[in-house]
T-cell receptor
């Protein structure tokens, strides 16, 4: 079963607006990663944030991690129609099961022109 | 494009049949993982292969099996197909087992079981 939830499940915004997606989890993690998926195809890696990091940036993307609250957020600034996709957080747990990624159910982002 | 390829793109099978899905990893990557993604869900980890040996498995029954070859390409085999096996099957490759090594996903194989 999947643990961890993205919030919201769906988000619809206008081009130029910012989009924020949240991810919660219950375990102790080694790192947390964000992925994008277009139309049910392959996943594209966006950002990896380690458990000892609090914030990372990549272009228009900003990811934060709060391990005390067991939550992460992905902010996309100045959104474009091409950002329309599903976004998933995936955690890699610390300890013996760190060979796998555990994904949430994702947030479907729609950016309207 | 990530350099990870999967074949076939789409596949239709009937319940009870067997299927083999293939994955060619990115050059230099010796670790391959397989994931199952049901419609509207996030991917679920099936298993991982490192240097031709399975070194991690998710909560999937034994009828899901795999192989990794000396060139690090991989196969996912599913026996006795069930309707619930209908899903997008994704493989991902990376270099080694390091926790911070980025995984590169292929485009997936969409399997429909009738």
């Amino acid at each position: 079963s999947q643990q961890g939830e993205e919030d919201p499940q769906a988000l619809s915004i206008q081009e130029g607006e910012n989009a924020t997606m949240n991810c919660s989890y219950k375990t102790s993690i080694n790192n947390l990663q964000w992925y994008r998926q277009n139309s049910g195809r392959g996943l594209v890696h966006l950002i990896l944030i380690r458990s000892n990091e609090r914030e990372k940036h990549s272009g228009r993307l900003r990811v934060t991690l709060d391990t005390s609250k067991k939550s992460s957020s992905l902010l996309i600034t100045a959104s474009r129609a091409a950002d329309t996709a599903s976004y998933f957080c995936a955690r890699q747990d610390s300890g013996g099961s760190n060979y796998k990624l555990t994904f949430g159910k994702g947030t479907l982002l729609t950016v309207n022109p | 494009e990530t350099g990870v390829t999967q074949s076939p793109t789409h596949l239709i099978k009937t319940r009870g049949q067997q299927v083999t899905l293939r994955c060619s990893s990115q050059s230099g990557h010796n670790t391959v993982s397989w994931y199952q993604q049901a419609l509207g869900q996030g991917p679920q980890f099936i298993f991982q292969y490192y240097r031709e040996e399975e070194n991690g498995r998710g909560n999937f029954p034994p009828r899901f099996s795999g192989l990794q070859f000396p060139n690090y390409s991989s196969e996912l085999n599913v026996n006795a197909l069930e309707l619930d096996d209908s899903a997008l099957y994704l493989c991902a490759s990376r270099a080694g087992l390091g926790s911070y090594n980025e995984q590169f996903f292929g485009p997936g194989t969409r399997l429909t079981v009738l």
